[in-house]
């Protein structure tokens, strides 16, 4: 840190995103991204959008709003669009969280805890059930925004609209966040609900389900003043926070709906595929309905088997606090049969290493 960093960050803590190490190839499976490259329209749109460089983006994003806007059947007022959907719940942070704080489960997306550190917000970290459910009456009449991950991160769990809309309900004078990150592998969505409640904000990306991790994609949709007030921190903040080329993406990659609704069945088939397996093994995973597996083995700490894993080649994620816990990205059928593979090994090596020294 130099002298210059304001005092109020020194004990700031950033996100630590998952490693992308270079010193050879992995199969990675850490860090939620598809399998699957982004559709053929994607790429030609890009390609025939790169010789427009020189010119900025359109900082409305107004096509690419009514796209989405036909596409969930709502209108582009209630449509916000962001540099990837963490940007979104930055600008939420910022926006929404006042005096009276935030409130998130204690187990869920990291960033959630670094933007209220990041805006002095005080944070209220409502504990999970011991089965890792979040139970929505410990957040009934809480008068603090709420940001919750549907399907969960990295338990996979889910509620399901009604649980949600009994929080939103309970709510009445708060806004409530729902981060639908990984909504396409299996959950059902609380978009529709934003008619009904002025106090809801759902989130939304492109990264996992469409496959632009690296395009950098997000959107949300809520009530038209819940967006205004969005828009009003964008463009107090970086205008321009959806390029060109994200846009055009973004736009082609709705027109190939089916093409993405296949890869994300593919990808749900895989993970009940793996999880079947894991169990096989001894394994212990939640019921996900995302894009990865959330499991413990009750013979082997996360830890030996996250560094035995690398040492094969193959990348998970393995959180400080869950430490009996990995988090399996699902990726093709064939990257989750290496998976098991290193599995057996790392299994069978520790049963003979226990038979020679019986
Ligand atoms: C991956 C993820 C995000 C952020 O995704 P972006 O790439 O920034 O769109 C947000 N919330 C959850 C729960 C995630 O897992």
């Not at 649980?163 to 966040?177: F, G, R, T, W």
């Given at each position: 840190m130099s002298v210059f960093m304001q005092k109020k960050y020194m004990s700031l803590e950033a996100y630590?995103?998952?490693?992308?190490?270079?010193?050879?190839?992995?199969?990675?499976?850490?860090?939620?991204?598809?399998?699957?490259?982004?559709?053929?329209?994607?790429?030609?749109?890009?390609?025939?959008?790169?010789?427009?460089?020189?010119?900025?983006?359109?900082?409305?994003?107004?096509?690419?709003?009514?796209?989405?806007?036909?596409?969930?059947?709502?209108?582009?007022?209630?449509v916000f669009v962001s540099n990837g959907s963490d940007e979104t719940l930055s600008f939420a942070f910022m926006a929404f969280c006042g005096e009276e704080g935030v409130a998130f489960p204690s187990i869920s997306y990291g960033f959630y805890q670094v933007y209220a550190d990041l805006y002095g917000v005080k944070k209220h970290i409502i504990p999970l059930s011991p089965d890792f459910s979040i139970n929505p009456e410990s957040y009934f009449g809480l008068n603090k925004t709420i940001v919750i991950a549907n399907p969960n991160a990295p338990t996979g769990l889910t509620?399901?609209?009604?649980?949600?809309?009994?929080?939103?309900?309970?709510?009445?004078?708060?806004?409530?966040?729902?981060?639908?990150?990984?909504?396409?592998?299996?959950?059902?969505?609380?978009?529709?609900?934003?008619?009904?409640?002025?106090?809801?904000?759902?989130?939304?990306?492109?990264?996992?389900?469409?496959?632009?991790?690296?395009?950098?994609?997000?959107?949300?949709?809520?009530h038209p003043a819940v967006i205004a007030d969005l828009e009003k921190i964008k463009y107090s903040t970086n205008p321009y926070n959806v390029n060109r080329l994200t846009q055009y993406a973004g736009i082609a990659a709705l027109k190939d709906e089916d093409y993405y609704r296949a890869n994300c069945l593919e990808v749900a088939k895989t993970r009940e595929y793996t999880k079947k397996e894991l169990i096989k093994r001894g394994f212990l995973p939640t019921a996900s309905a995302a894009n990865f597996l959330f499991a413990m083995h009750p013979s082997y700490g996360g830890k030996v088997l996250y560094e035995g894993l690398k040492q094969k080649g193959v990348l998970v994620r393995h959180f400080k606090g869950i430490d009996d816990y990995l988090r399996i990205t699902i990726g093709t059928r064939g990257q989750s049969d290496a998976l098991l593979q290193a599995i057996d090994s790392i299994l069978n090596r520790e049963e003979e290493h226990e038979n020679s020294t019986n």
């Open positions: 630590t995103p998952g490693e992308q190490p270079q010193d050879m190839q992995y199969i990675k499976l850490n860090t939620n991204e598809s399998p699957y490259p982004p559709s053929p329209g994607v790429l030609e749109a890009v390609k025939s959008e790169a010789g427009r460089l020189q010119l900025y983006p359109d900082p409305e994003c107004r096509i690419l709003k009514e796209r989405l806007a036909e596409a969930n059947g709502i209108s582009p007022e209630n509620l399901a609209p009604k649980e949600v809309e009994q929080i939103i309900s309970k709510n009445p004078a708060s806004l409530v966040i729902i981060d639908e990150a990984y909504v396409a592998f299996g959950a059902e969505t609380c978009l529709p609900l934003i008619s009904k409640y002025e106090n809801l904000l759902i989130v939304r990306t492109f990264s996992k389900s469409h496959s632009m991790a690296g395009a950098r994609l997000g959107f949300a949709a809520a």
